[in-house]
């Protein structure tokens, strides 16, 4: 407690806070985890090969941190309700941890006890979010399904597991990549633009957002088909065809939203940089299927690393500061640690053109972990400590 009586630290205070930590802080731990893995040779996983416990936890443990404390924000501006605080919150982020040392102990817990505890996370999360959502009969509520289908994905991946099948558990990674690719179309979507906007009118500029209803139609269409294709036939001509598809019309998208008037601005040309990895991972991932082009091989990390990834940090990065108070400009570090995970995203994609391949997966994991180091060294403590203009939350 404070002199005058209020909590010094406030963890559980609303849903971004812990969620927010934890995905910052997984982010480094479980990228320094995998590269140790890499060069002592060690199976976190009994029945799978290493990169599957890398591929779910990036996924499910770093990924999934950040939807919760993105949907435990969002979900009581969407509807008005209460935020989600105190005890319940705390249990809820107690459920995530326990899955990653659930996972962290792969190699020796029996799949069984691995599964009730890795299970329990997405459920919860899903019953925390749903009664507001449901009573309002809020446009958003269509994420409740995509949490559903992503614990069934973490079960099929689980169930794999068991087997020691890695076509079906690599068929629920991707499944689950690309559930977190439509949300980010779909959010991404309508964040983007509105940021910008309002940075830009903040600035005194005019501005027009230019989108169509078809367009719209078009983008969100081509990505849940994606989805579907991907799942039954992961590759060949179909998927390629999607993802082309698809990338053009993010393209086209991308275009509307006054890319180049963000420069000016590190926190807004984040989100315009993560974005735009989204049509580059599709169109690689076209090229390399059709063609097999060697440098579009890592179309993947083009959308973990790129897409995803980046676009988190952008979040985090901007919600932590507008939900605790504080002015809506990063610090000069958190610009740096922008660019440093936008190099480390290049040298994972197309590093392996003209280093060895070992080489570039060091030095991007490497500028990875620099990325997150800075990140917590600047976010912990606005995380943590209570907002800066004395409000709840």
């Known amino acids: 407690m404070s002199r005058n009586g209020a909590p010094r630290f406030v963890p559980f205070a609303y849903g971004f806070r812990p969620f927010f930590l934890f995905a910052l802080a997984y982010a480094f731990v479980a990228i320094v985890a995998w590269l140790l893995i890499r060069r002592f040779q060690e199976l976190p996983l009994a029945t799978l090969p290493p990169q599957m416990w890398h591929a779910h936890e990036m996924l499910f443990g770093f990924i999934g941190a950040a939807i919760a404390g993105f949907l435990l924000t969002a979900v009581p501006s969407w509807t008005g309700a209460r935020g989600f605080a105190g005890w319940p919150l705390a249990a809820l982020s107690a459920v995530w941890l326990a899955g990653r040392i659930a996972f962290a102990f792969g190699a020796s817990l029996p799949v069984e006890a691995i599964a009730a505890i890795e299970l329990l996370f997405l459920p919860c999360l899903a019953a925390f979010i749903a009664p507001p959502l449901l009573r309002s009969l809020n446009r958003n509520t269509f994420v409740l399904g995509v949490l559903t289908l992503l614990w069934l994905l973490d079960g099929l991946y689980l169930i794999a597991l068991a087997k020691g099948d890695i076509v079906h558990a690599t068929r629920a990674i991707y499944g689950g990549i690309d559930l977190v690719l439509i949300l980010l179309t779909v959010i991404g979507g309508r964040i983007v633009p509105a940021f910008t906007a309002n940075a830009l009118r903040s600035r005194g500029e005019t501005v027009t957002v230019r989108s169509t209803r078809a367009l719209e139609v078009i ?77 579009a091989a890592h179309w993947l990390h083009a959308l973990t690393m790129g897409a995803a990834s980046t676009m988190i940090v952008a979040v985090i990065t901007r919600a932590a500061l507008g939900h605790t108070g504080r002015a809506l400009e990063v610090h000069r570090s958190v610009a740096i640690a922008y660019v440093l995970l936008l190099l480390a995203t290049l040298v994972r994609v197309f590093g392996g053109v003209v280093l060895p391949y070992e080489s570039s997966v060091w030095i991007a994991g490497g500028l990875w972990v620099v990325t997150f180091a800075v990140l917590l060294v600047r976010y912990v403590p606005i995380l943590l400590l209570p907002r800066v203009d004395r409000r709840p939350g």
Do not use: N
């Open 219 to 295: 983008v969100i269409g081509a990505m849940v088909v994606l989805a579907i294709v991907d799942f039954f036939r992961p590759s060949g001509w179909p998927v390629a065809a999607v993802a082309g598809i698809a990338a053009i019309a993010h393209v086209v998208r991308l275009s509307g939203w006054h890319i180049r008037r963000s420069f000016a601005q590190p926190i807004v040309w984040i989100l315009h940089a993560a974005y735009a990895w989204l049509p580059i991972g599709l169109a690689l991932r076209c090229l390399y299927l059709l063609w097999g082009f060697d440098w």
